[in-house]
């Protein structure tokens, strides 16, 4: 306790560091803040017309099917379809029916959309006189919620580039040798250094979630467990880069290589497996993957899996602790 | 003169590879390619399902591509997943099933498209106005983007890890007593890691992009890729020189590669418009080298005046501060 104490005191002389750990929040406030943009405008389709070249009829119609955008002439209609940002299909007025403008490098959605929109405006009338049942599904804004779970995770992973580079930092030190001979275990080091990064890294995911998450009362104590959980993953991962990295810059490498391991993959599995697929449980095998799904499920306001996610990162922690522990022993051996 | 500028490119170039910047720059290079090669040119959006349940059979004319469904429930089955959409024509006027998407305009896109599919196809032709493939597309974008990352972030960071080993080891008290003026000092460190960021950023497009591919676009890139190099190594510098310790600086760098690119992928990949986007110079920065990448006019005259304008600025303040921090060491 008094070593933990010693080390709190280090820290709290660094100011920089404890703007770090403040930032996911700041970050999470500008996410709270962006209700003002309608970001489920990114998820509709999108199409570009020439002013004034639509009839008023083809002008509502597809303003009912996603966002129009108005162009002043046929070549900026063109670039703003040819602009690899942009998912536009261009819509051009051919007597009584529309041809699509397409760039050619579309996702497959935007493609059929492009060649089968002429017989979706031929066939409008069709629509109307049949009977639709829309039964009440998903949220309107599914980017808010993915970027409130990356911020989440960031500030999760912080725990991990404090520790990691904390550990480095006293390596390069020489503090390493120094701690060879103090009256202090692997394991009471191990400790301190780990609680360091994870009070940091739970306080910050707890403060964001506070600013940007709204759950029902019931969802708290999974919440809470996930963010405990998942802290100590990061704050472990930090100590392994810690332990293996014997310089500054290898060490930011193996930072940087974590960081794209922690985030990017759980966002991709999220956009592109479908829950009930057997690789989806493969994707289990990466410790970040449960807890961006139970985040992202808690922001959602699902609870069904939950006892899973929670398991998974159980499970995980143990391994990852076990494996580390075997490893210190190992190398005194 | 002669002598001492190689002394020092030398004395550099030995702690670059002491640092193993190298080994790690090919550890990211395979990392990038492999993630390039075997997942983002593969994915896509498919096309919402369409599930007809006619156990009439009466609508002769639907589209193969419409699913055919045994029962109503297996049908409302598929289509629980908020994407798919069902058609059901058991009774005299069909009914469309779906689940909502949440969004109004894409429900009605979803509506409209599973009932095209009941009705012959249109002979009015799409026109193809672009030169890239989705592949292609998908190529260029990616490998712009881990460019820019790394040319952002290591970028930022490599120059200013051989200056904190400087520090350390006590090399800016030597060069303190040296005849060599800082201007030496950083355009040594400078012009090694530019040529270092050049030789993987040609790297990249040619193993992402393909031979052809990559050397029609290759000397826009490098451009652009240099510019990226010298403002982000040149910021990284300044910031070792002025930072106590590493670990504030590796926070900074943190800081940037997480909330400061961020933003700047959302804008320039999703075309999510936000005006402010247009104050955030790493956005200008991004768009150019992204322009390269598809052979669009990377950027007009003020962009390169103020990109002369901040490494002038920057290396001018660079110099005055190591000499300020050299004064300091004794």
């Given at each position: 306790m008094t070593g933990i104490t010693f080390q709190l005191k280090n820290v709290r002389r660094d100011k920089m560091c404890i703007l770090t750990f403040l930032l996911p929040i700041l970050a999470g406030l500008a996410v709270n803040l962006?209700?003002?943009?309608?970001?489920s405008s990114v998820s509709e389709t999108g199409f570009a017309a020439v002013k004034d070249s639509l009839t008023s009829d083809a002008v509502h119609w597809l303003r009912s099917m996603g966002r129009l955008e108005m162009y002043e002439n046929r070549q900026s209609m063109e670039t703003a379809v040819n602009q690899p940002a942009s998912q536009l299909i261009g819509v051009i007025q051919n007597g009584d029916s529309l041809t699509a403008v397409l760039s050619?490098?579309?996702l497959e959605v935007n493609t059929v959309i492009g060649n089968t929109l002429p017989k979706m405006y031929e066939e409008r009338a069709a629509l109307s006189s049949y009977e639709i049942d829309i039964v009440p599904g998903g949220s309107?804004?599914?980017?808010k919620p993915l970027l409130t779970a990356i911020t989440m995770a960031t500030a999760l992973f912080m725990g991990c580039t404090f520790n990691a580079m904390n550990m480095i930092n006293e390596k390069e030190e020489g503090i390493g040798f120094v701690n060879e001979v103090m009256p202090m275990t692997k394991m009471g080091y191990m400790l301190q250094k780990l609680s360091l990064g994870y009070i940091g890294a739970v306080l910050s995911a707890a403060l964001t979630a506070f600013i940007c998450i709204r759950i029902s009362p019931d969802m708290i104590i999974p919440l809470l467990l996930v963010i405990l959980l998942s802290a100590f993953l990061a704050a472990l991962a930090g100590l392994f880069i810690g332990h293996f990295s014997d310089g500054l810059m290898s060490g930011i490498v193996c930072i940087k290589m974590v960081m794209i391991l922690f985030l990017a993959p759980p966002v991709l599995f999220y956009l592109?497996?479908?829950?009930?697929?057997?690789l989806h449980t493969i994707?289990?095998?990466?410790?970040s993957s449960a807890a961006f799904y139970g985040i992202l499920d808690l922001i959602n306001g699902y609870c069904g899996h939950m006892q899973e996610y929670i398991l998974v990162l159980l499970l995980h922690s143990i391994i990852w602790l076990a494996a580390y522990l075997l490893m210190c022993r190992q190398r005194k051996s | 003169m002669r002598y001492v500028v190689f002394s020092l490119l030398k004395k550099d170039f030995r702690l670059m590879l002491a640092s193993k910047f190298f080994l790690l720059a090919l550890g990211s290079l395979i990392l990038y390619s492999c993630y390039i090669n075997l997942v983002y040119v593969r994915l896509d959006q498919e096309i919402y399902p369409v599930y007809l349940y006619d156990p009439m059979g009466v609508?002769?004319?639907?589209?193969?591509?419409a699913i055919r469904s045994e029962s109503a429930e297996q049908m409302h089955q598929a289509c629980s997943d908020g994407y798919s959409v069902g058609i059901?024509?058991?009774?005299?006027v069909p009914r469309i099933y779906m689940v909502s998407s949440g969004i109004r305009r894409t429900d009605n896109s979803r509506a409209a498209y599973a009932v095209s599919l009941l009705f012959p196809d249109s002979e009015t032709k799409t026109v193809v106005i672009g030169t890239n493939t989705k592949e292609m597309k998908n190529r260029r974008e990616i490998t712009c983007e881990f460019l820019f990352f790394e040319l952002s972030a290591v970028g930022f960071l490599g120059l200013a890890s051989t200056l904190f080993k400087e520090k350390q080891m006590g090399v800016i008290l030597v060069h303190s007593t040296l005849p060599v003026s800082q201007t030496y000092i950083v355009l040594s460190k400078l012009v090694l890691f530019l040529a270092a960021d050049l030789i993987f950023a040609a790297l990249l497009t040619l193993v992402n992009l393909g031979v052809s591919q990559g050397l029609s676009v290759l000397p826009a890139v490098m451009i652009q890729a240099g510019i990226l190099s010298v403002v982000m190594a040149l910021t990284g510098f300044f910031c070792a020189v002025c930072l106590q310790g590493f670990r504030q600086f590796s926070l900074l760098y943190l800081i940037l590669a997480v909330f400061v690119t961020t933003p700047v992928f959302l804008a320039g990949q999703t075309?999510?418009?936000?005006?402010?986007?247009?104050?955030?110079p790493m956005y200008h920065l991004f768009m150019a080298l992204k322009n390269a990448y598809f052979g669009?006019?990377?950027?007009?005259n003020i962009y390169y005046a103020v990109c002369a304008a901040a490494v002038l600025s920057l290396f001018m303040l660079i110099c005055r501060t190591l000499k300020h921090e050299m004064a300091k060491e004794g």
């Open positions: 962006l209700s003002g943009i309608n970001l050619g490098d579309e309107s804004d599914s980017l592109v497996i479908p829950e009930d697929s057997f994707t289990y095998l990466l410790p | 609508q002769s004319t639907a589209s193969s591509a059901d024509a058991s009774g005299r075309g999510i418009s936000w005006k402010w986007i247009r104050y955030h669009m006019k990377p950027a007009g």
